[in-house]
Structure formats: C-alpha cells, structure tokens
C-alpha cells in the first residue's frame, strides 16, 4: 500500500484517554477519525504507514454513539405538527438545540393532523446529515391519524381518519407523499391495516403499533405483516392483561418470525411509565428497548401553555397535560436525562442505558452500519459524557458542534 498521504490528505485525529463503547463494553482504546468516519487504527498503521496528524485528550471521558431520538415533535417553541411559514427555522432551531442533550439524528414526529398540515410540513422536511448546523434529519415519523379512537391520549379526535376500499390510497392520499417518512404509527386492529403495512413495509419505512386497542394475536399478524416498532410501549395501548397481554405481549411472543426482532419505544422520564413498568419490560426483552422523548415544542421552556398540533397543552413540572385535562401529551425530557433515569430505575450497566439511545434505534431503523455504533468505517457521530452521564462535548462526522461551557458550571 501506498503512504498515507497518496490514501488521502485529509487529517487524522487520534482522541485518546478515554473509555469508548464498542462491542457492549466499555474498553480503553484511542479512537481515530477521518475524513467523519472511524478509522481502524490497524490498518492505518500496517497498510497505510499512517499516523495521527492531531491528538486530542479525552481526559478520562466515556466515548459513545451520539443519541439518535426518533420521536420527538417539537422543542424549544417549535412545533414540528404547526405548518408554519417558517418550518424550516423552526426544525433547525430543534436540530440545533438538541446538540446539547447528545442527540445526533432525530426523525421529526407529527402527531395526528388534518391532511392540510402534512401537504404543506412533510415537503419541507428532507434527510440530510448533521454537522454544525445541527441534527441530521432521518426522515419523518407520523404517528397516526389511523390510530384509535380510544386510545387517541393527546390526538384531536376530530382529525382521526379509518382506512376505506383503497387503504394504501387513503394513506397517500392523506400524507400527500411518503418521499422523507422513515416511520409510521398506526392501529393495526383497523380494518385493512395489514395491507398498509405490507406496502409501507415494501417501501423500506418502519410501521410501529401504536394508539391501539389491539390484542395480542392482531399485534403478532402486524409484525409478521412488517411491523417491527411499539409506539411508546404502556402509554395509549390496552393495559398488560394476563389472558391476552395485547401489544405488550409482543415482548415475549413465540410468534415473531424468525431472525426479526421487535422494538418498542419508552419515554423514560419519570413521569410516562413507572419505574417498575420500565423494569419489567427491560427484563422481559432488553434488546428492543429504544428510548425516546416524545418531546413536545414545551420542552427546554418554562412551564405553561404550549401547543402540541392542534392542542393546547400546559406543562407543570416535568408534567404535561392537555389544557383543562389529566390527558397526558408528550414530554418535555432531553434525550441524555431520559438515558440517566432509565439507567437508575433498571440499574442496568452504563453501557446499556447508551446503547438503548443509540445502537438499537439504528437497528430499528436498518442504519447500524453507519449510526448507533463506534466501529471502524462507521459515522463519527459521538459523545464524550462524564461518569455521570452528562454529555460534556457532542460530535458529528468527527467535528465537534457543541461543548459544555465550564466556566458557566
């Protein structure tokens, strides 16, 4: 092989002193990047004869993935299920904002709305990568309008819609595009929800059981149908029930297809699911767990009315509530306190609570081999976080976009 710098020019940074999680465990070895990807330092060395152009101190600091929340519908003011003369602004801002609490990539959520607001908000969401601009986008996530009346939570009843004759028509028809949607909530006890879901299936883009009523044999036919996420397991679903644990029972099923794995979002914020509920379902399947916000434009604001869609909430506290009401809509939790608490009410190992806000949503979105991980040729999209799990610096593509101010702690 030829010397490094005929492989190319571009500078090789070697982060040492730090603690990195690769392989589920926390080892000590240096990381090296270039060019926004992980080098494999091997390689670098017999191959290439190459060495690191800058080294940078890490000072003892756990290196992890960058956190990846892919239910999140708003923060900081912005409320992504608004159609807004300035949408884009607004994602920026959150995509921006975000970069503090560890989030790398998100999918932008939309709760239920009339077809109005998805025809003019999803032309103005596109994929693209992070930097210092902020989050990479990975497309869109639309939880409902085809979800159930009965377990609408937050949703505006008045904008529910039921799948007719031409089901996958009623959904194009209704979204007005599918070309940056990366997921979709839906009720899969409706009536022909399961050729929808073959068709979204088709189209490479991940249908989560949510807002439901089903039991557990109309779960287990949506996943054999292609579904492979639960909308934020627990909250607006039938309670666990020992002779039909509905979608909950998916966790332990015997009828997933072989070689596919269910994931299952929780909002773990100390208020959406009790601390116990969070321990049953990380015993009961620990692999699929994903932790998301649910964020909503209250979120990193002082308490009060905000808007979520079509509704007006009021937070109180780390609560949030429609207006008027104990309805429960959203969270106004950051990513990185979601992954401290979910760390503390299981006492599961560090590097569990990182890997279930990054590697396993990137398994459950198909990009593990580019997000969720610190192996070589991946993204370099990480964290450097204390002991503690506080995020201290946040990088993308190798660059860093944010970094705790110390003299302000």
């Known amino acids: 092989m030829p010397s490094n710098k005929s492989v190319s020019d571009a500078p090789i940074v070697q982060f040492t002193n730090c603690r990195i999680l690769r392989d589920h465990q926390l080892q000590r070895e240096d990381l090296w990047v270039r060019e926004g990807k992980i080098l494999n330092p091997e390689k670098l060395f017999f191959d290439e004869k190459g060495s690191a152009d800058v080294q940078l101190d890490c000072k003892d600091s756990i290196v992890a993935p960058g956190f990846i929340d892919v239910q999140i519908n708003g923060g900081f003011g912005v409320d992504f299920s608004l159609a807004t003369d300035d949408f884009k602004s607004g994602i920026d801002l959150v995509s921006q904002k975000i970069l503090s609490h560890g989030v790398t990539s998100f999918c932008p959520t939309l709760v239920t709305s009339p077809p109005s607001v998805y025809h003019q908000v999803l032309p103005q969401i596109s994929v693209r990568n992070g930097g210092a601009h902020g989050a990479g986008i990975l497309g869109a996530h639309l939880e409902g309008p085809f979800i159930s009346k009965e377990k609408k939570g937050a949703h505006p009843e008045h ?72 909308t934020h397991l627990f909250n607006a679903m039938l309670p666990f029930h020992h002779r039909d644990p509905g979608i909950v029972g998916l966790l332990t099923s015997d009828k ?125 999209d990480f964290l450097m976080l204390n002991d503690s799990l506080y995020v201290q610096a946040t990088y993308i593509a190798g660059e860093e976009v944010w970094r705790q101010d110390v003299s302000g702690m």
């Open 256 to 380: 997933i297809p072989a070689g596919r794995r269910v994931f299952y979002g929780m909002i773990s914020d100390g208020i959406h699911t009790n601390p116990a509920a969070l321990r049953i379902a990380h015993r009961a399947h620990p692999k699929g767990l994903v932790l998301v916000t649910d964020a909503i434009a209250g979120m990193g604001l002082a308490p009060g009315r905000h808007t979520l869609g079509q509704q007006v909430v009021e937070i109180d506290g780390l609560n949030t509530y429609i207006a008027g009401t104990k309805t429960l809509s959203g969270s106004v939790a950051t990513m990185d306190t979601c992954v401290r608490h979910f760390q503390e009410a299981t006492g599961c190992s560090v590097e569990t609570a990182l890997e279930a806000a990054s590697l396993h949503p990137a398994q459950l979105l198909g990009i593990e081999h580019k997000k969720g991980t610190l192996n070589y040729d991946s993204d370099a």
């Open 159 to 230: 904008c529910l819609r039921t799948f007719e004759a031409g089901a996958f028509q009623d959904l194009l028809a209704t979204y007005g595009s599918l070309d940056c949607v990366q997921i979709v909530t839906l009720a899969p006890e409706m009536r022909r929800s399961s050729e929808v879901i073959r068709e979204l299936t088709k189209r490479g883009i991940c249908v989560s059981l949510g807002h439901s009523v089903a039991n557990l044999s109309q779960a287990e036919e949506a996943v054999q149908h292609g579904a492979t996420f639960i």
